[in-house]
């Protein structure tokens, strides 16, 4: 459905987005991820053909969109787009989710089946006389998508379309998405700075990074395996250790940090700067230096906890920082407080080793 090629682009002197490539396939939903800054709008703007792009290619539905203004706005017409501010009109949530058929010339009977169709696929049926001016956040946002619905895209393009709303809005516009995806085999590209939330709707992700992107593939690889210590730090790996290799014997290396010495499975040779990355889900906590398959254990003290609902979040000193998430009930069993020393675990095969 869309592919993106060596795609560069520039505001003045300012690289926004540097050499881009990635693909959508037909009914998929590809999500791109990054931090507030990374060029996620802009590479969506140049997909939605509302900007040209300083160089680089893409393609729609196997052809390659050239420059001509006829050409961008037969293929801007088979695509629709949400903003993350969506401007609606001061008119009625009718009128606001009609605007993009009335451009296309629709009307009468079939101008109304398919806005009244769309209100009732967002969950707005029986707002059609309301002000649009008069909706709450999580409700202007649905006529948004209302209207882009209305137009039968084939490609949706969704710009942080939760960023401003509450966590209730957050979760029924979610639902809506995903809903309105199965229902209609849509493919969808969006744009999103919450991992977790690109993690439950996607097919695909890319991690967007200074204009880079880093790193694509299915949600799990990303979140378990990312590729370098910027992606780790995004996707919420908190103990990323620098240190060297110092051994590698059949690709099982030791990690020198700081007198200590880390087991993990990797392909780098001894001498290479590395970080060894532990998502604090891996570590597991005992009050006694226990038998157990880990390969790697180390005494610390417990230097800050931080309970929040049903887990808890425990820091440690053990010659390196290192931060551990259990259950709030095993630690309450141990009765674990500050000032606590305490042995912590993982295993070689949960050390993700990045370049350094």
């Known amino acids: 459905m869309l592919e993106v090629k060596g795609l560069h ?38 997909v939605g053909l509302l900007e040209k792009p300083t160089s680089g290619f893409i393609y729609f539905d196997g052809h390659q969109v050239n420059n001509s203004e006829g050409q961008r706005l037969e293929i801007r017409r088979r ?6 501010k ?18 296309r010339k629709e009307k009468g009977a079939n101008l109304r089946h398919k806005v009244m169709n769309a209100l009732e696929t967002v969950g707005l049926a029986g707002y059609d006389r309301r002000n649009a001016r008069t909706l709450s956040g999580g409700e202007t946002q649905r006529v948004a998508l209302a209207r882009a619905l209305a137009i039968e895209p084939e490609l949706l393009l969704l710009d942080e379309p939760t960023a401003n709303l509450d966590p209730v809005s957050t979760s029924h516009i979610e639902k809506l998405v995903t809903d309105v995806i199965k229902k209609s085999n849509l493919t969808v590209m969006m744009a999103t700075h919450d991992m977790f939330q690109g993690q439950r709707l996607a097919d695909r992700m890319g991690v967007l990074v200074a204009g880079q992107m880093l790193q694509s593939g299915k949600p799990g690889e990303i979140f378990s395996s990312p590729r370098g210590r910027e992606i780790a730090e995004f996707v919420g790996m908190e103990n990323i250790i620098a240190g060297i290799i110092t051994s590698n014997e059949e690709g099982i290396v030791d990690i020198k940090i700081n007198g200590n010495a880390i087991e993990a499975i990797s392909n780098f040779g001894v001498g290479e700067a590395v970080y060894a990355g532990i998502r604090p889900e891996e570590i597991t906590l005992a ?20 309970l929040f609902g049903p887990l808890a979040r425990v820091e440690l000193n053990c010659g390196f920082p ?27 095969t949960g050390v993700h080793v990045l370049k350094g």
């Open 79 to 84: 695509m629709a787009i949400v903003s993350q």
């Open 287 to 306: 009050r006694t230096k226990e038998s157990t398959s880990a390969r790697n254990t180390f005494n610390g003290e417990i230097t800050h906890i931080v």
């Open 9 to 46: 682009h520039r505001y003045g002197k300012a690289e926004i987005l540097k050499n881009i490539d990635f693909g959508v396939e037909q009914g998929e939903v590809f999500v791109t991820i990054g931090p507030t800054g990374s060029g996620k709008t802009t590479l969506l703007r140049l």
């Open 322 to 348: 290192l931060v551990a998430l259990i259950t709030k009930r095993s630690a309450e069993e141990m009765n674990l407080q500050t000032g606590d020393r305490i042995y912590a675990s993982f295993k070689a």
């Open 86 to 103: 969506p401007a609606v009109f001061n008119a009625s949530v009718f009128d606001n989710v009609a605007y993009g058929l009335m451009v």
